[in-house]
C-alpha cells in the first residue's frame, strides 16, 4: 500500500510518499481501507520532532481517518465489508485496558500516528471495538476533519471545561481546526461563545459556527473585549489552543473561579504568567489532551443533528502530505485539511 512516512525528525520534506507491507487484520481487527485522512497541527509538531524524542522509525503520522471496512479479521461480528467507518483516535492497545474509563488514562493507551502507526495511509488495522459506523452523512474528506478535533473538543469543553448551558466561553483561535469545533460544541451544549482570530478574513468563518463575539487580536485587546461583553466579569471557561505568551491573557480573561483549559501550543510550548493571577481569584488552569470513544460517540450525535458542521478548508492527494503540513503551519487554511489516499 501507499503511505505518507517519515524516516527521521524535519522540515516538511521528511514527508516521503513509499510503498510499504499492507497490514493483515488479527483477530478481533478489521482492515480499514482509508478513503479520507485528516491533518492536524499535533501531525506538524510530532513531525518537527517538537512532542517527542524519538520514533521507531519510520513512522507514519495521522490520527484522523474516514473510509469502508475492507477486511475483517477472526471474531468480528458488529461490521460488515463495505461499512462506513470511523477510526476512534486513540484506544488501548491491550484488551485488559479496554474498559478504562477515560481511554487515555490506560498504560496501554496509543494514538495513531504518535504512539502507533497512523492514518496516512491506504490503509490501517483497527480493533472492531474501536471503529464507529459512519452515518454522518458526510463525504469521507469531511468526515475525517471530526475524530481528533471533536472528540477531544468535547472533552476539552464538556468534561475538563464543565460548560453548560448559560455560560459564557472564550475560544482562542477559532479558526483553526480544533477552535472551529470547540466554538460548536459550546454553542450546542448552550453557552455564548467569543473567539479570537488575527487575521480578518476569517471573522464571517467563525460567525457562521456560532461565535457570539469576534476578537480580531492583531488590532484589538482581547481582555478589554471580553470584559465588556461579560459586565466586567471575564467568561466562565477559556480554551487555549495557543499557549506561549497568549496564556497570560486567557488567564486574564477569565472570571474569578473561572476555568482555563490548556489545550495546545501553537503561541510556543513555554509560558510566562504571574502565578498571582490565578490565585487570588481562585481560577484553575486545568490541560486536556485526547479523549474518550464516548466523547466521540457524543460528538458525533451532534453532527446527525445537524449542530456541529466540519470546517474543510481543501484536499490533496495523500502523496502532498508535506504541503498539507506547510499550509497548516503557515496558518493558511480556515478549518482542516484532509489527505485523500487513492487520488491520483
Keep these: 500500500m501507499k503511505a505518507a512516512v517519515i524516516h527521521q525528525f524535519g522540515d516538511f520534506d521528511v514527508l516521503k510518499y513509499e510503498d510499504i507491507a499492507t497490514p493483515k487484520p488479527k483477530p478481533g481487527n478489521v482492515l480499514v481501507k482509508i478513503l479520507a485522512a485528516g491533518v492536524n497541527r499535533l ?17 507514519i503520522l495521522g490520527a484522523d481517518a474516514a473510509g469502508e471496512v475492507f ?20 484506544y488501548p492497545q491491550n484488551a485488559e485496558d479496554y474498559d478504562i474509563y477515560p481511554a487515555s488514562q490506560a498504560p496501554s493507551f496509543g494514538l495513531p500516528g504518535l504512539h502507533i502507526p497512523g492514518t ?19 463525504t469521507p474528506a469531511e468526515a475525517a476533519t471530526l475524530p481528533v478535533a471533536l472528540a477531544s473538543g468535547v472533552r ?8 453548560k448551558a448559560g455560560d459564557s466561553v472564550l475560544v482562542q483561535a477559532g479558526a483553526s481546526g480544533s477552535g472551529s469545533m470547540q466554538i460548536q ?3 450546542a451544549l448552550g453557552a455564548r461563545v467569543a473567539t479570537t482570530i488575527r487575521n480578518a478574513s476569517k471573522a464571517d468563518a467563525v460567525r457562521k459556527l456560532g ?15 471580553v470584559k ?4 466586567g466579569r471575564g467568561t466562565d471557561v477559556v480554551i487555549d489552543n495557543l499557549g506561549g505568551d497568549v496564556l497570560a491573557t486567557s488567564i486574564a480573561a477569565a472570571k474569578a473561579t473561572g476555568v482555563i483549559v490548556a489545550f495546545g501550543f501553537a503561541a510556543g510550548p ?4 504571574d502565578i498571582r493571577s490565578l490565585f487570588f481569584e481562585q481560577k484553575e488552569l486545568k490541560g486536556s489532551m485526547a479523549s474518550d470513544k464516548s466523547d466521540l460517540e457524543f460528538g458525533l450525535q451532534l453532527v446527525r443533528k445537524g449542530k456541529i458542521t466540519p470546517l474543510l478548508d481543501r484536499t490533496l492527494p495523500l502523496s502532498e502530505a508535506a504541503e498539507a503540513h506547510r499550509l497548516v503551519a503557515s496558518n493558511e487554511v480556515t478549518g482542516s485539511v484532509a489527505l485523500l489516499p487513492w487520488a491520483a
Design 71 to 90: 477486511r475483517a479479521g477472526k471474531d468480528v461480528t458488529d461490521f460488515e465489508i463495505g461499512d462506513r467507518v470511523i477510526v476512534v483516535p486513540g
Design 185 to 187: 460544541i459550546a454553542k
Design 228 to 231: 465588556e461583553w461579560t459586565d
Design 211 to 225: 461565535a457570539d463575539l469576534v476578537i480580531n487580536t492583531s488590532n484589538e485587546d482581547l481582555v478589554e473585549r
Design 43 to 59: 501531525d506538524h509538531y510530532l513531525r518537527e520532532g517538537s512532542v517527542v524524542p524519538d520514533f521507531p522509525f519510520p513512522h
Design 156 to 163: 476539552a469543553v464538556k468534561e475538563v471545561g464543565g460548560v
Design 120 to 138: 496516512y495511509a491506504q490503509y490501517i488495522e483497527v480493533p472492531a471495538r474501536f471503529l464507529l459506523k459512519d452515518e454522518t452523512g458526510l
Design 270 to 273: 513555554e509560558v510566562k504568567f
